[in-house]
């Protein structure tokens, strides 16, 4: 039977929701009881599901205005703008809530303590099988590539931005404080950060350590029907990414069968 629980700490605001599936709480050592896998020849997956991480408001024409003789902005920063809603009438949706999905091995004891599940340390991450693929696939790892489909509830989803369902591969790590961080009588939000797994251990993500990203699914993405070019979003109006260009960034990331695919490197 899964186990569910939730660490809320008000310090950081810290609020994740905890699954497991073929894991159970030992509490055989009642100081210091453990998460641990219960059938060793089973997975064993630990899924942490994150708030909405993304908000997608309407958007606003605003550009300078440009002399015809120059051909550049005019030097009085004159603008020219469409008129904006009273305050409480800008349309705005939130996202769904993201998830991180971890392999559990069967010799893991998992502290159930706040301190102890968020300890990620050597935990690989279970992902979409197209987001297993990696950034320069062989021909044999494209011809066995699956078709676009939403991720199961098992695989690793964040939905960052608004609509947009993006993964990394496994190789990846994740870096974060186990408890909370108080300096000068402030306590700094708990966050974690994607880091790239190397031989050498988890490093920093920079200009050359760039960790491998999949635009794995949008519920935008119609292979069959795909929606209109436009700048305009169903519920929002004008937006920064419309329905098509979350359709379009998932083809190009994701369709390995039809066209060479691309990941998007993430600094």
Request: hydrophobic share 40%; net charge negative; charged share 20%.
């Amino acid at each position: 039977m899964p186990i569910e629980f939730e660490v809320t700490r008000p310090d950081d605001l810290l609020r994740l929701t905890f699954h497991g599936e073929n894991l159970r709480l030992d509490t055989s050592q009642a100081e210091s009881p453990v998460l641990m896998v219960e059938d060793a020849q089973l997975p064993a997956l630990l899924t942490v599901t994150f708030p909405p991480q993304s908000i997608a408001e309407t958007a606003f024409f605003e550009s300078s205005i440009v002399s015809p003789e120059t051909n550049k902005p005019d030097p009085d920063g004159a603008t020219v703008t469409e008129p904006l809603p009273g305050a409480g009438n800008v349309k705005a949706r939130i996202a769904h809530p993201s998830r991180l999905v971890f392999k559990i091995p069967p010799e893991r004891r998992i502290p159930f303590t706040a301190e102890g599940v968020l300890d990620w340390t050597g935990l690989e991450l279970n992902v979409n099988p197209i987001a297993a693929v990696p950034p320069n696939p062989t021909q044999a790892q494209i011809a066995a590539a699956p078709g676009i489909a939403a991720p199961k509830s098992t695989e690793t989803s964040i939905e960052l931005p608004y609509r947009l369902q993006i993964s990394p591969n496994a190789a990846v790590k994740w870096a974060h404080r186990l408890l909370p961080f108080t300096s000068r009588g402030r306590t700094e939000l708990w966050h974690t950060r994607l880091q790239l797994a190397t031989a050498d251990g988890a490093v920093e993500l920079s200009l050359k350590n760039l960790a491998p990203l999949r635009a794995i699914f949008s519920e935008d993405f119609n292979s069959i029907h795909p929606p209109a070019p436009s700048l305009e979003d169903p519920n929002l109006g004008r937006t920064a990414m419309a329905p098509n260009d979350r359709h379009q960034i998932v083809i190009l990331t994701s369709r390995l069968r039809t066209f060479r695919s691309r990941s998007l490197p993430i600094s």
